[in-house]
């Protein structure tokens, strides 16, 4: 179907909130984050979407919802400080589809998201014991994992990286946006050698970390 995206019989004013009407119609109908690319189809080439976005946005302040920028696009989700009422009303958060992870569930998913790619046999080997098909078929399951790149160990074994899906949990826009690694070390909070001698576990069994808290949804 084609739209008109210039609008150029309207003033500008109104071709302005008709761009912004689409735009945020757009991602509200949608059941994951909208890319710029989509965005583009039904606003004008000389439209500037981060300003469209930004005054959809102002205009959202104080509602109970915001535009979030998340895994590479745009989404309309609940504000945190309404958790409890949604809870409360549904059992559960509205819109997240992911469970609460178990302990172990949430330190393997940090380590792939850390050190992506990498191999189940690795992520093993950070903990000194087997990570086994159960729990990553659990992460893959809910759509956090996927299958990456065929490692260059003998036997190709396949690698684990997150995915948009991730991000969107996490509301993270970018890998990128994950807390800093250096400083998580320098905090004493993650290292490839804790990982290994199983530190962080032990840590957080006791209450001394907060990777877990940070990365579970």
Known sequence: MLVDTELEHLPPELRWREWMGRVEAVIFAANEPVPREVLARVVGKNCNLDLVIDDIRAELAGRPYEL?????????????????????????DAG??????????????T??????PITRGELSSFFGKEVSRDLIGVLRAQDLIAS????PQPGAPYTYVTTKNFLSQFGLD??????DFE?????GLLS??????????????????????DLVP
């Open 174 to 179: 970018t890998l990128r946006q994950l807390p």
């Open 96 to 109: 997240q589809g992911t469970k609460e992870l178990s302990q172990s569930e949430a330190l393997v998913l």
């Open 148 to 151: 990456g790149p065929r490692s």
């Open 111 to 116: 380590c792939i998201a850390y050190f992506q």
């Open 68 to 92: 979030v920028s998340v895994a590479g696009g745009w989404q309309h989700r609940t504000r945190k400080v309404f958790g409890d009422a949604i809870q409360a009303a549904f059992g559960t």
């Open 183 to 187: 400083a998580l070390e320098d905090a």
């Open 192 to 213: 490839k050698e804790k990982l290994l001698a199983g530190v962080i576990l032990a840590g957080l069994a006791n209450g001394e970390g907060d990777i877990v808290e």
